[in-house]
Protein backbone atom coordinates (compact mmCIF):
# COMPACT_ATOMS: atom_id res chain seq x y z
CA UNK A 1 0.00 0.00 0.00
CA UNK A 2 1.22 3.37 -1.33
CA UNK A 3 1.44 6.51 1.67
CA UNK A 4 -0.13 9.79 0.70
CA UNK A 5 -3.67 11.58 0.12
CA UNK A 6 -4.25 10.25 -3.39
CA UNK A 7 -6.18 7.75 -3.34
CA UNK A 8 -7.79 6.60 -6.52
CA UNK A 9 -6.09 3.66 -7.66
CA UNK A 10 -6.23 4.57 -11.86
CA UNK A 11 -5.19 8.21 -11.12
CA UNK A 12 -1.90 6.81 -9.29
CA UNK A 13 -1.53 3.93 -12.05
CA UNK A 14 -1.29 6.46 -14.66
CA UNK A 15 0.57 9.11 -12.71
CA UNK A 16 3.28 6.06 -12.30
CA UNK A 17 3.31 5.05 -15.97
CA UNK A 18 3.92 8.58 -17.64
CA UNK A 19 7.00 9.88 -19.40
CA UNK A 20 8.87 12.96 -19.45
CA UNK A 21 6.47 15.45 -21.60
CA UNK A 22 3.03 12.93 -21.13
CA UNK A 23 0.34 14.92 -20.51
CA UNK A 24 -2.67 14.27 -18.53
CA UNK A 25 -6.04 16.09 -18.45
CA UNK A 26 -8.09 17.59 -15.70
CA UNK A 27 -11.49 18.10 -16.58
CA UNK A 28 -14.78 19.71 -16.02
CA UNK A 29 -17.88 17.69 -16.31
CA UNK A 30 -18.45 18.97 -19.86
CA UNK A 31 -15.40 18.39 -21.81
CA UNK A 32 -15.73 16.05 -24.49
CA UNK A 33 -13.77 12.97 -23.77
CA UNK A 34 -12.05 11.08 -26.88
CA UNK A 35 -13.01 7.61 -27.10
CA UNK A 36 -9.58 6.49 -27.64
CA UNK A 37 -8.54 8.87 -24.77
CA UNK A 38 -8.53 6.58 -20.54
CA UNK A 39 -12.02 8.12 -18.96
CA UNK A 40 -10.88 8.61 -14.98
CA UNK A 41 -14.69 9.61 -13.94
CA UNK A 42 -15.35 11.24 -10.48
CA UNK A 43 -17.91 12.97 -11.00
CA UNK A 44 -20.94 12.50 -8.22
CA UNK A 45 -23.05 15.81 -8.62
CA UNK A 46 -22.68 19.44 -9.51
CA UNK A 47 -19.56 20.63 -8.22
CA UNK A 48 -18.39 17.31 -6.64
CA UNK A 49 -15.52 16.87 -6.82
CA UNK A 50 -14.33 20.64 -7.57
CA UNK A 51 -11.94 20.97 -10.08
CA UNK A 52 -9.74 23.20 -7.48
CA UNK A 53 -9.60 20.02 -5.22
CA UNK A 54 -8.87 17.57 -7.66
CA UNK A 55 -5.94 19.82 -9.22
CA UNK A 56 -4.37 20.18 -5.76
CA UNK A 57 -4.13 16.77 -4.86
CA UNK A 58 -3.15 15.74 -8.24
CA UNK A 59 -0.54 18.76 -8.20
CA UNK A 60 1.11 17.25 -5.09
CA UNK A 61 1.55 13.81 -6.51
CA UNK A 62 2.93 14.59 -9.91
CA UNK A 63 6.21 16.02 -11.14
CA UNK A 64 5.12 19.39 -13.79
CA UNK A 65 7.54 21.34 -15.94
CA UNK A 66 3.85 23.05 -17.74
CA UNK A 67 0.34 23.46 -17.44
CA UNK A 68 -1.71 24.38 -20.27
CA UNK A 69 -5.34 26.62 -19.91
CA UNK A 70 -7.73 27.33 -22.78
CA UNK A 71 -7.26 31.39 -23.24
CA UNK A 72 -10.96 31.81 -23.15
CA UNK A 73 -10.79 31.12 -18.84
CA UNK A 74 -8.84 34.35 -18.72
CA UNK A 75 -12.50 36.11 -19.57
CA UNK A 76 -15.14 33.64 -18.50
CA UNK A 77 -13.54 32.42 -15.23
CA UNK A 78 -11.15 34.13 -13.93
CA UNK A 79 -12.50 32.91 -10.16
CA UNK A 80 -10.94 29.30 -11.35
CA UNK A 81 -7.69 30.65 -13.36
CA UNK A 82 -6.78 32.49 -10.13
CA UNK A 83 -7.10 28.92 -8.00
CA UNK A 84 -5.03 27.46 -10.48
CA UNK A 85 -2.29 30.20 -9.82
CA UNK A 86 -2.54 29.46 -6.45
CA UNK A 87 -2.21 25.67 -6.49
CA UNK A 88 1.01 25.98 -8.81
CA UNK A 89 2.31 29.07 -7.21
CA UNK A 90 5.26 27.35 -5.35
CA UNK A 91 6.34 25.21 -8.25
CA UNK A 92 8.05 26.08 -11.52
CA UNK A 93 5.77 25.90 -14.08
CA UNK A 94 5.27 27.22 -17.36
CA UNK A 95 1.66 28.25 -17.66
CA UNK A 96 0.39 27.92 -21.95
CA UNK A 97 -2.81 29.40 -23.03
CA UNK A 98 -4.20 27.70 -26.38
CA UNK A 99 -7.33 28.19 -28.10
CA UNK A 100 -10.45 26.05 -26.24
CA UNK A 101 -10.72 23.88 -29.68
CA UNK A 102 -7.30 23.53 -30.01
CA UNK A 103 -7.47 22.68 -26.01
CA UNK A 104 -9.57 19.70 -26.81
CA UNK A 105 -7.65 18.86 -29.76
CA UNK A 106 -4.51 18.24 -27.62
CA UNK A 107 -6.38 16.83 -25.10
CA UNK A 108 -6.91 13.25 -27.55
CA UNK A 109 -3.52 12.66 -27.43
CA UNK A 110 -3.47 12.61 -23.16
CA UNK A 111 -2.26 9.71 -20.97
CA UNK A 112 -5.85 10.43 -19.64
CA UNK A 113 -8.82 12.79 -18.73
CA UNK A 114 -10.22 12.91 -15.33
CA UNK A 115 -13.27 14.06 -15.12
CA UNK A 116 -14.42 16.36 -12.15
CA UNK A 117 -18.28 17.71 -11.22
CA UNK A 118 -16.98 21.23 -11.96
CA UNK A 119 -19.48 23.22 -13.78
CA UNK A 120 -17.88 26.33 -14.58
CA UNK A 121 -16.70 27.10 -17.95
CA UNK A 122 -13.07 26.54 -19.14
CA UNK A 123 -12.10 24.22 -15.55
CA UNK A 124 -9.80 22.29 -17.58
CA UNK A 125 -5.80 22.24 -17.23
CA UNK A 126 -3.38 19.61 -19.41
CA UNK A 127 -0.35 19.15 -17.16
CA UNK A 128 2.58 18.26 -18.80
CA UNK A 129 5.00 16.09 -16.97
CA UNK A 130 8.38 16.67 -16.28
CA UNK A 131 11.48 14.40 -15.15
CA UNK A 132 12.09 14.01 -11.06
CA UNK A 133 15.99 14.19 -11.31
CA UNK A 134 15.89 15.91 -7.96
CA UNK A 135 14.60 13.32 -6.31
CA UNK A 136 11.14 14.96 -5.47
Do not use: W
Amino acid sequence: MIRGRLLNSEIISVLAAMGHTDQLVIADAGLPIPAAVKRIDLALEKGLPSFDATLALIASNMVMEKVILAEEIKENNPEVLKKIKEILNDKKIEIEFVSHEYFKKLSSSSKAIVRTGECTPYANIILQSGVNFEGE
